[in-house]
């Protein structure tokens, strides 16, 4: 009795077993590593054993280096422009479809099509349609008596680009997430609105984006956690210029690593990058319980009442 209960407490764990080895090889082992060369003066004619050990230098290095800040700044400005802007017009257009109109299914596959494209063809057909005599933009604008922009070789002009571009590709994420959010709505409060007379504007502002806002912060978060991981399309469009301009984060480690050989400040970038996106991580955690522990308050008051 005793070997069959054991047993069966130990059958979830044989299960889970596979997962948490795979788990451990390919994501622990790899962070542990990368945490450890960051306190290494390594680079790639080196074995990581044969590296001089150099403590929290590499970090110290990064904190006052005024590239690395402005790298860390292109980044969040990045990331808090394509988020904001993503947010609003993904969910504006699930507002505008959740309905039944002829057509209504093949706009909604129309729309997802950009998040499909690989990043790096994403990054080749921007790059053509912002070509300063054949692209697309400077051809329209020459069009309309217009001067052309030099979309791509200008520093004020570079980052809007690519901002432009990552709208584009990742809206119809948003798109998705907050459709299926509408979709799921209790349709019992809808019809109790409007048969209070409630206008369509009104439905929206009191009663759909409150009972969305849950999905719609931790799809906020996760979209804006994937955005200081863009490397293709910034690297195919501009490889970080003009200047610094373009370069955000993830791709200075590309380069510190490649270009200028420096491992141990490369991993040491890699871990500051960790650190902001695990806080970020923690914020949307921390955000799901609140929201799971008001939910279960409020079943529990209507329960009892």
């Known amino acids: 009795m005793t070997t069959t209960a054991t ?47 150099v403590g929290l230098r590499n970090y110290v290095t990064l904190f006052h280096d005024a590239s690395f800040r402005e790298s860390v700044g292109v980044t969040l400005t990045f990331s808090a422009v394509v988020v904001v802007v993503e947010m609003v017009v993904g969910v504006g257009l699930a507002l505008l479809l959740d309905r039944n109109i002829r057509g209504i299914s093949v706009l909604r596959t129309l729309f997802i099509l950009p998040m499909m494209i690989a990043p790096i063809v994403v990054g080749l057909m921007w790059r053509y349609m912002y070509h300063p005599t054949v692209g697309i933009f400077n051809q329209t604008l020459k069009g309309w008596g217009l001067d052309p922009i030099p979309w791509l070789s200008d520093s004020g002009w570079a980052l809007t680009s690519i901002i432009i571009a990552d709208i584009w590709q990742w809206t119809p994420f948003i798109f998705i997430l907050a459709l299926a959010a509408l979709q799921s709505l209790p349709r019992s409060a809808l019809e109790a609105a409007r048969i209070d007379g409630a206008s369509a504007w009104q439905q929206i502002i009191h009663i759909k984006l409150p009972l969305m806002m849950p999905v719609l912060v931790v799809t906020a978060l996760l979209r804006l956690i994937d955005s200081f991981k863009v490397l293709e399309v910034i690297l195919v469009m501009t490889n970080g210029g003009p200047g610094l301009s373009t370069e955000i984060l993830s791709l200075r480690i590309a380069r510190t690593a490649s270009e200028f050989r420096e491992l141990g400040e490369a991993a040491a970038m890699s871990n500051y990058l960790l650190l902001l ?27 009892e009442g």
């Open 7 to 53: 047993m069966r407490r130990a059958t979830p764990y044989m299960f889970l077993a596979p997962a948490a080895a795979i788990m451990i090889v390919g994501l622990l082992y790899p962070i542990g590593y990368m945490i450890y060369a960051s306190f290494l003066d390594w680079n790639p004619s080196q074995r990581i054993g044969e590296a001089d050990w």
């Open 277 to 303: 996106l695990l806080a970020l991580t923690i914020i949307m955690f921390v955000y799901n319980k609140i929201v799971e522990s008001r939910e279960q308050a409020i079943r529990q008051q209507a329960e």
